[in-house]
T-cell receptor, first 113, second 114 residues
Framework: AQTVTQSQPEMSVQEAETVTLSCTYD???????LFWYKQPPSRQMILVIR??????QNATENRFSVNFQKAAKSFSLKISDSQLGDAAMYFC??????????FGAGTRLTVKP | DTEVTQTPKHLVMGMTNKKSLKCEQH?????MYWYKQKAKKPPELMFV???????INESVPSRFSPECPNSSLLNLHLHALQPEDSALYLC?????????????FGQGTRLTVV
């Protein structure tokens, strides 16, 4: 069974600074995708960034980037130039070919002005 | 239109009531999902529909009954629920079964069972 682990229940960052959220996963699959979703107080899950397991190049979306270490089964999210609107729960997610998506426990990010 | 619309946003029901949660998307997605999310926990997968057929049922109690009337609609029928079923119920959709397809989520229905 695939598992996704986020070891940081809460993180805090000063506005304009950089923060890294950790995620590890366990799988025996070779073809899979990894995602980071953000859930603000509005409750809607919003996709932040995704990474294909076959691609060695780390994905980047504006201020968001990942550090994907396939051998270590690690998928961390770096948020640069943090903004107040980045405050939310962040979930790391794993998806393989059986059409479901599994989430980690989440990290609550606080951004201090 | 990149929205998944869920109704109602809030629902309070008694343990003897029957109610339904509705989810709608017009993105042409062929996979739709129900997740249950308790406070401060991640979403837990309940059901997956692929091409309007139930493909995954994560051992959900029969008091939850999903229905996919067509490719745009997904319902969750509720009957004889327990207080511990109170949670946020999230609907999601994706383009298909491909591993690389991202899921789009609705804003959820906050369900309280009294």
């Amino acid at each position: 069974a695939q598992t996704v682990t986020q070891s940081q229940p809460e993180m805090s960052v000063q506005e304009a600074e950089t923060v890294t959220l950790s995620c590890t996963y366990d799988t025996s699959e070779s073809d899979y995708y990894l995602f980071w979703y953000k859930q603000p107080p509005s409750r809607q899950m919003i996709l932040v960034i995704r990474q294909e397991a076959y691609k060695q190049q780390n994905a980047t979306e504006n201020r968001f980037s990942v550090n994907f270490q396939k051998a270590a089964k690690s998928f961390s999210l770096k948020i640069s130039d943090s903004q107040l609107g980045d405050a939310a729960m962040y979930f790391c997610a794993y998806r393989s070919g059986n059409n479901d998506m599994r989430f980690g426990a989440g990290t609550r990010l606080t951004v201090k002005p | 239109d990149t929205e998944v619309t869920q109704t109602p946003k809030h629902l309070v029901m008694g343990m003897t009531n029957k109610k339904s949660l509705k989810c709608e998307q017009h993105m042409g997605h062929r996979a739709m999902y129900w997740y249950k999310q308790k406070a401060k926990k991640p979403p837990e997968l309940m059901f997956v529909y692929s091409y309007e057929k139930l493909s995954i049922n994560e051992s959900v109690p029969s008091r939850f009954s999903p229905e996919c009337p067509n490719s745009s609609l997904l319902n969750l029928h509720l009957h004889a629920l327990q207080p511990e079923d109170s949670a946020l119920y999230l609907c999601a959709s994706s383009r298909g079964q491909g591993v690389n397809t991202e899921a789009f989520f609705g804003q959820g229905t906050r369900l309280t069972v009294v």
